[in-house]
């Protein structure tokens, strides 16, 4: 039988547990798979043998990769039987959770390592590709770190009924939907604690080409924006339906029509509606785009379950064991299928999985006499049985079957497509020998003769130029695009490094006396209504960084040592208002420090450890993706970047690298990679970097790291960026010429194709360069055909960060930064605990008293109260510790008379101290609470 989920789309994978059957799960990605076995006393580990508990019987969880049919890990707990076991796994594979039948375990499987523990298994919630997950509690939803289990947000009005509660991520892991009661759904974006809507609704859908959500609540139907949560359009049904039934029955006064309950399609841009006429079986197809119906006749056997199986596929099974798939671009070729499993008298085990690409199907055999399977090709009905394996599961992208191996008992994969073509069954058994990568240390080597980086190292303004002999360099960011504007973003740097500011003005506009575009194979044209964007540090605005270090074996302790200490050297140096946050990998992630403005802070938490705790593979796009989680999470600044330095390869990520640009892109985060040394694979790096708007940098030698992130952060606050546009998605030639005098000028030519970059990824191999400057003088002579622009009227030139800082000013930001400054000023060194307790010392109450004025003077506010403590203690006590000092200072405030709803609480631990601890009085005030605004309806 195939089993329907209709929210399929937004459910993690979670385990299927037959009755005395070895416990498994797949992950969504199906790259990740996993089991646990009973094993013997002696086989335990001596921790889990001594340890006191009621379950006395061992079993271990071993996870492995499909493909490689390679070991991750080994876990090992205790449980009473077999049956009591439950697994689920993130949908890429990252994170699990084990359950013994009462509590529950998440674990890591980069750092192999327990992050959380909870009770039982089903309030625990995985996105998609973040690097957190989610507890969901009767009265609140709290989100946590994958890595170190620290409470990134929780959110607020998130109680439901009894017997509900059920909460999913969004595909993107932009929103959070929990179904509050048997109608009603919430929805919170997952960066904001405030929740964005509540629906009465019996199911939803998310549009993510259209940026909206639907909800369907009986015939009625809505779709709200999801960056404005306002309504697009409103549809009910009932009027559409009684003039349909009013058209058959003036065909037959006699007619009897029946329907079923409506179903949304996974986007929410269809709905069907199963419905009987006088007894034959039919579809009501429903456009929301188009907003009419379309009729879909059926056989006449009756309809058991639909099931979407992606926006326009949709199966339907009926009740002889028959399916029909039916393509709703191709309504008139539906395809039916004879699973073949009526009428068999000795059928015990009757599902059947469809693999998801639609190919074939999986009937297992499991009756007296055989235990086989009987894999059956879709498009032609022909049957592969045999009788070697038996069928566990189906896996990445539907490319390996899992299977037991009925001769030996082992676990393994055969690969679906040679079993469908009779290419014969090699099955490859997963193996249980757990084994670490490590990579040989690279040493330093001499730079290629012609290696001259420009560096900058001043500033000086346009009009200063002049005085200068050095020559003037366009020397290229990075080039961005999409099917109808190009932006060339570059810099100006003379010979001795001097990055010259000011030429983004009307004034300075006329020096860039050139743009001239070929598309394919059209005439070369000139570009005379382009806009100069000049991106500039000089206004403060703040910036927020993630350093991501590989620390790969290759790295070796020496090159680790000096990276880390020119980290320190970056923090020391940052701007005050930047945050920074410091992350290390190899084929595990570690988070150093989130996002934090404060010098001290980061220098505590930076770890000048040469490779201590690393030293294996390189998971680059792990870290990568960390830093992604990271900064999407943190507020208060405009600008996020990401700054990679490896001198590696990938070879352990559990995200690909179409995943991890997508969600780069998605938030607006730019990623700058540094490749160091000779043996990278310049062209993947630069793939990474190029389509989210980063640069490639190449280094070779220690002494370069005393520059490169300098000189990074320079160049992410300060290039040009000339825009315009095309017309055409075809391979492009541009040119860029800048004209400050009759010496000072320069050229830059590119070449590139602006077809989507999930195009390009399948056409170019390795996803080469996306781009490549063109250096050969002939061809740039070549490509020059045009004079040089005279009128410059056409031409936009202004300062982007100007402009942004003067939109973003308005009343009601004003009036909202009044009131949290108001609230800034009882922040509170009036409430402060002793040590390792929430006893409050005796000036409490008198913070108590101001903070509840604050919320009657302003009875639209919401605030978050936050814990912290000193570093006595050990991390976990002094997270807890943090929680519940927010606690007690919310029950002061509600036997205050101030409404629960209107407070939440969140701890921080020891993370964020006002002081050194380095004195009792220091230790004191970090021992304490503050307030945060987190609503303002006004």
């Known amino acids: 039988m195939i089993r329907i989920f209709l929210l399929l789309s937004f459910i993690f994978s ?12 797949v992950s969504e990605n ?28 061992f ?43 009462y509590n529950a375990s998440v674990l890591n499987a980069q750092s192999k390592a327990v992050v959380y523990e909870t009770y039982g298994i089903n309030n625990i919630i995985f996105p998609y590709l973040d690097n957190s997950f989610l507890i969901s509690g009767s009265k609140n939803l709290i989100l946590y770190d994958t890595y170190s289990a620290i409470v990134l947000r929780s959110y607020l009005q998130a109680n439901h009924s009894n017997g509900y509660g059920k909460t999913w991520f969004s595909k993107d892991d932009q929103f959070i939907v929990q179904q509050k009661s048997k109608s009603r759904y919430n929805l919170w974006r997952t960066n904001q604690s405030k929740r964005i809507s509540s629906q009465s609704a019996d199911d939803f859908a998310f549009d993510y080409q259209s940026n909206r959500i639907t909800f369907i609540r009986g015939l009625r139907i809505k779709a709200f924006s999801l960056d404005t949560m306002r309504l697009e359009y409103s549809q009910d049904l009932r009027s559409a339906l009684r003039s349909f039934v009013n058209e058959k029955k003036l065909a037959d006064k006699r007619t009897v029509i029946k329907y079923g309950e409506p179903i949304l399609s996974k986007s929410g841009n269809f709905t069907i509606i199963p419905f009987t006429q006088d007894s034959r079986n039919s579809l009501l197809l429903y456009s929301v785009q188009k907003g009419d119906f379309k009729e879909v006749h059926l056989l006449d056997e009756p309809i058991r379950d639909l099931e979407w199986h992606n926006d326009s596929i949709l199966s339907i099974q009926h009740e002889n064991n028959t399916t029909t798939f039916l393509n709703l671009f191709d309504l008139t070729n539906p395809q039916n299928i004879d699973f073949g499993i009526s009428d068999k008298k000795y059928q015990i085990d009757k599902g059947v999985e469809v693999s998801d690409d639609l190919s074939y199907f999986i009937t297992p055999k499991n009756n007296f006499f055989n235990k086989g399977f009987s894999l059956n090709n879709i498009e032609d009905n022909e049957k592969i049985y045999t009788n070697k394996y038996e069928f566990v599961a189906i896996a990445d992208s539907s490319k390996y079957l899992i299977v037991k191996n009925r001769k030996t008992k082992g676990i393994g994969v055969i690969k679906s497509f040679d079993l469908l073509n009779n290419k014969g069954t090699l099955f490859l058994p ?9 990579e040989p240390v690279n040493e330093d080597v001499e730079p290629p003769v012609d290696f001259e980086p420009y560096r900058i190292t001043q500033f000086k303004h346009i009009s200063e130029l002049k005085d200068t002999a050095a020559l003037i360099n366009l020397v290229l960011k990075n080039i961005v695009y999409s099917d109808s504007t190009i932006s060339i973003n570059t810099h100006l740097i003379d010979d001795d490094g001097v990055y010259y500011y000011g030429a983004g003005t009307e004034e300075w506009k006329h020096i860039w006396c050139n743009v001239l575009l070929k598309k394919g194979n059209q005439p070369i044209i000139q570009v005379t209504d382009f806009d100069v964007i000049e991106h500039r540090a000089d206004v403060t605005i703040p910036n927020a960084v993630a350093v991501v270090m590989d620390h790969s074996g290759s790295m070796g302790e020496f090159r680790a040592n000096k990276v880390q200490n020119e980290v320190k050297g970056f923090v020391d140096k940052k701007a005050s208002e930047d945050g920074i946050s410091i992350i290390k990998f190899d084929t595990r992630v570690g988070v150093e420090s989130y996002i934090s403005n404060s010098k001290f802070e980061l220098n505590r938490k930076l770890k000048l450890n040469g490779l201590e705790g690393y030293g294996g593979g390189t998971s680059l796009l792990d870290g990568t993706n960390s830093a992604i989680s990271v900064l999407k999470n943190s ?5 996020s ?20 640009i997508r969600r780069a892109k998605k938030h607006d985060i730019q990623v700058y990679v540094v ?39 320079h160049k992410i606050k300060n290039y040009y960026e000339i825009k315009f546009k095309t017309d055409t998605i075809d391979q492009h030639q541009s040119i860029l010429k800048v004209c400050i005098t009759d010496k000072q000028k320069d050229t830059l030519a590119l070449s590139f194709s602006n077809q989507p970059f999930k195009y390009q990824s399948k056409t170019k191999g390795k996803e080469g360069n996306l781009f490549e400057e063109i250096t050969s003088k002939e061809k740039v002579d070549e490509l020059i055909s045009k004079e040089d622009i005279i009128d410059f009227s056409s031409i936009n030139a202004y300062s982007a ?46 913070g108590i008293t101001k903070v509840k004025h604050f919320l009657q003077k302003y009875g639209h506010v919401e605030i978050e109260i936050v814990g912290h403590t000193d570093s006595d203690g050990d991390d976990d006590f002094n997270m807890d510790l943090s929680v519940k000092r927010a606690d007690k200072i919310k029950e002061l405030l509600i036997a205050e008379g101030v409404d629960s709803n209107r407070l939440s609480v969140k701890g921080y631990g020891e993370l964020f101290p006002l002081l050194e601890n380095s004195s009792e009085e220091n230790k004191l005030k970090n021992r304490r609470v503050e307030f945060r605004v987190v609503y303002n309806d006004e």
């Open 14 to 25: 979670v385990s299927i547990v037959k009755s005395q059957e070895i416990p498994f799960t």
């Open 801 to 846: 960060y100007k402009r942004k800082v003067t939109n973003q000013t308005n009343e009601t930001d004003t009036l909202s930064q009044n009131i949290e400054e108001e609230l800034e000023e009882i922040n509170l060194s009036d409430i402060q605990f002793l040590n390792n307790s929430t006893v409050m010392v005796d000036s409490t109450l008198n």
């Open 635 to 639: 507020n208060g600044y405009q600008e």
């Open 30 to 57: 199906g790259k990740y798979y996993g089991h646990c076995v009973k094993i013997a006393p002696n086989e335990a580990n001596s921790n889990l043998v001594q340890e006191n508990s009621n379950y006395k019987k």
């Open 59 to 101: 079993y271990e969880f071993r996870y492995y990769r499909v493909d490689t049919q390679l070991p991750i890990l080994k876990y090992q707990f205790k449980a009473d039987k077999l049956s009591d076991i439950s697994i689920k796994i993130s949908p890429d594979g990252k994170t699990i959770a084990i359950s013994n039948g």
């Open 675 to 713: 490749g160091f040394g000779q043996s990278v694979d310049k062209d993947y790096l630069r793939s990474i970097a190029f389509p989210t708007n980063g640069t490639y940098y190449e280094i070779y030698n220690t002494t370069d790291f005393e520059w490169i992130f300098t000189d990074i952060n």
């Open 430 to 438: 997963f193996s249980d020998t757990l084994t670490e990568v490590f």
């Open 641 to 660: 970047s990401i700054i990679v330095l490896t001198d590696g390869y990938e070879n352990g990520s559990y995200i690909s690298k179409y995943e991890l």
